[in-house]
């Protein structure tokens, strides 16, 4: 058995019932007893090795942990070699033995790995001289220190000027033997005071006794099928595994979803912009400056549209893990948000790529493409949920659009790469398709749009506009087609009055084609460069001929202006993987960083100043006085801006890896840096926090993802890749190797996604143990901590978690992993991003 606080080392001479013998060399004491960072342990007995594990789990079982019945004749005690407290174990001692106590004592020593043992001491420092203390005096006392001193020392447990909690302080012993030398030189997880210890003892408080503390067991886990074991520390809140009395509502959603869809803008008859961001349908009012959402789905948004009444949104999402993140479609309402129907649950495999609304009949059919291997068309009646048909469009590439002819429901297009195909569908529910581009043609399809008269218009990826009309016998024939972009266009739009709107991805152009005049060209305009290129197109006052109109663009930004003058963007987003999250450390302020290589500080809704750096960002952290802000990048470079305005002072070469975590300690004078390459590297960093210079560097080997200061600035705590938590002497300049050295330091913040107090997100019985933690984040009142995994969950739980039954308010609105969460510094607001998606979200922590 190695570390444990649960069996320790479990040693046990007889069975209870038996007499014990003690000073008999060839086999009263052949038990080997290693430390905490030992390989096993090995004992010759008539009894087998997993018998004697099996007998000390019973005795404990049965006796409910260390408060074992007392008899007259023997006793289970706890004994702790004094110079080394990873070595202890558990005995059970004959008291009717006819061996003189100091030989008993002296053999306690051997089997605890101590030559010459002397004296035995309770945890309040007194002695036992015999075995009549042991049965009378001590009898409620179950934990012993073994010790080679013949004078009284210093009691073990004293009090830390830097903590609330106790510390455990070995006694040290002055005159070592050549044998402790060597051992002592050989482990480089040697126990030493965490902390300055006081002159004065620490009484234990009435209600928390030391006794209580020695018999809390560590809690494993196991993650990854890799089993970890976290110690208690000596004193920790009681854990309540009831349900917060707080909550998470979505205050607000930045950003725009650009990069990768198609067709997802649109104004309601109120005037709120409608879009979707991950799992969000978002309803923004620019006036009034305020967001509404609905959040009725559980994966990721693929497609959207609007039925001709206005009064009614479908939205349809991606498929999940689990039956509950089925692909599914949404029929809601955008005044009440309220759902008013779920269609084709279990119909889709992967999800759905496009959705469309009929036209005429008052909207009464939906059709829906869906993202299989079949890429399968079905025509719904959604009031009622049935399906009217469908057929496979045997489509080897997504489906990009479908549409209902203006003039007829049961005509519809569907269209892609190297796909543009006619579907009547007939009475009997069967379908009759014209192909007008197939297979093998490389023409890309990418929007579509309907003359007044009928006529198809099509744009192309190629940049080419096409028009296609209907001979008198029903036959489709090319009517016209032109040149309109460089490269391709995203999205067509038709005015009322007959202007085209065509916009580009690559040239960044709009431009305005009079369809009544044989498509020339009105007017065009260009957007710039950091905007991107056009996405998505939509009037601001649909109906009205005054030449507004919003813009989506593939940088995830939303403009809104007109082509006779500029535009101007009203929502901002990240166009990459977001990763880097820092919240300020005395204001509602939050920096976010990603692959886009842009720094942006937000102020709740509003987006304060965006800075563009050479480096793809990873990471981010605020210097404790808010005055300086550090983001870490995946070339290796340190980069220092001042927060006020963004602004970048310089710039630090750390190493030839990725930067993936940092922080600062408490006092602000160093700053740790976690890297790829698996060393953390410290910076003596000034006053301002602009001013760097390289400390020191402590190797490491594995990944790190997190990291944490203790509050007294010696140590740090970090989480690797395969969710190890490693702990580091920042003094010594060396890796803590024992665990259980460190279990009574306090962290001045909790980032690491593991370790005692917060055991019982692992597990937990309330989700499927698949769920692997990506993100923690520990309020600053120490009473909540919020989680986010790779399946997109967050979860709010009580601190300290340590039951794997601790309940939890729940959110879903990712569909990826949540690469970061964090409270504001009052603890009423979280922020979160999406890895991915590059969601950025605020939520407000509210009464449950």
Known sequence: MAVAFTVLHSFIAEHAEQNTNYGKKSGGWNSTTTPATGSGWSRQSSISRKQSIADANDLTSATSGLNITKSSTNRVIRIINNFDH??????????????????VVEDLGHVLKMNNAKRMLTVSNQEVRSFSQLRNEFSDVDTFYITSESRVLSPPFRRSRSRGALAVEPIINTVPTKSEKQRRARSKSRPRALYAADADIVKVPPDYTVLDVMKEEPIRVQIRGARKTYFPPMVHPPADDSPPDKRLTLNWVHGYRGIDTKRNLWVLPTGELLYYVAAVAVLYDRDEDTQRHYIGHTEDIQCMDIHPSKEMVASAQKAGRTRKTQAHIRIWSPETLYTLYVVGNGEFEEGVSTLAFSQLTGGNYLLAVDCGREKMLSVWQWQWGHLLGKVATMQTDDILGAAFHPLDDNLMITYGKGHLTFWTRRKDGFFEKIDIIKAPSR??????????????????????????????????????????????????IMLPEGTLLSGGEKDRKIIAWDSLQNYNKITETKLTEVYGGVRSLYPQRPGRNDGNIYVGTIKNHILEGSMQRRFNRIIFGHSKQLWGLAVHPDDELFATAGYDKNICLWKRHTLLWSTQIAYECVSLTFHPFGTALMAGSVEGYLIILNAENGSVVSSVRVCGSALTCMGFNPAGDTIAV???????????????????????????????????????????????????????????LIQEKSALAMKDVKWYTYNATIGYLISGIWHNRYYPTSSMISTANRSAAHDLFITGDTDGYLRLFRHPCIFTKSEYNEEKVYSGQVSSARFLYNDRNVVTVGGTDAALMLWDVIED
């Open 443 to 492: 023409t890309v399809v990418t929007s579509l749009q309907f003359e007044q008269e009928g006529d198809v218009i099509t744009a192309d990826g190629d940049g080419f506009i096409t028009i296609y009309s209907v001979d008198s016998d029903g036959a489709y024939y090319v009517r016209m087609e032109f040149e309109a972009h460089n490269k391709g266009i995203n999205a067509l």
């Open 674 to 732: 976690g890297s790829q390459n698996g060393s953390v590297y410290l910076y003596r960093v000034s006053r301002d926090g602009f001013t760097f210079k390289k400390s020191n560097k402590i190797r490491g080997v594995q990944p790190l993802v997190h990291l944490d200061w203790s509050t007294d600035g010696n140590y740090l705590q970090t989480v690797s890749t395969e969710y190890d938590l490693v702990y580091w002497d920042v003094k010594g």
């Open 86 to 103: 990873t070595v202890q174990c558990r005995v059970l001692l004959n008291l009717r033995t006819t061996q003189p106590f100091e030989e």
